[in-house]
């Protein structure tokens, strides 16, 4: 009797196992479209002056484009940064608009997208 019972357990573990090892294995839905942002971040850093603004600004702007294609988000940052490189290239209202759709879309960075907004003000504009 227990070797039967032994038996049945030993035919049902691979059963068990690959069960265990198949919802181990799911996938999260994807939340943003990440798209060449991280590199570009660490390029700017790491290869400085190797890229213009304007290069990374077009690159960015393009991953906007497939994001939208997708139906996805872009990451957090992702406006900050594309507002960082406008006032790089003296486009200043458009850096100021880029931080303001950053403190919107993720509010923890509110107060210091403001603080940069804030700072980029000419007096009597935007």
């Given at each position: 009797m227990e070797t039967?019972?032994?038996?049945d357990m030993s035919k049902k573990l691979p059963l068990f196992l690959l069960?265990?090892?198949?919802?181990c294995a799911s996938q999260s839905p994807v939340l943003y479209e990440w798209g060449s942002y991280e590199s570009l971040i660490y390029k700017s850093y790491s290869a400085t002056g190797k890229?213009?603004?304007d290069e990374h600004i077009q690159k960015l702007e393009a991953d906007y484009q497939?994001?939208?294609?997708?139906?996805?988000?872009?990451?957090?940052?992702?406006?900050a940064q594309l507002g960082f490189l406008y006032y790089q290239t003296g486009k200043p209202e458009e850096a100021a608009k880029s931080f303001m759709i950053e403190a919107e879309l993720f509010p923890e960075s509110k107060q210091y997208m403001n603080r940069l907004v804030n700072n980029i003000k000419p007096k009597g504009k935007l």
């Open positions: 039967k019972k032994l038996s069960l265990a090892i198949q919802g890229y213009s603004p497939v994001a939208r294609s997708k139906n996805r988000s872009v990451p957090p940052g992702y406006y």
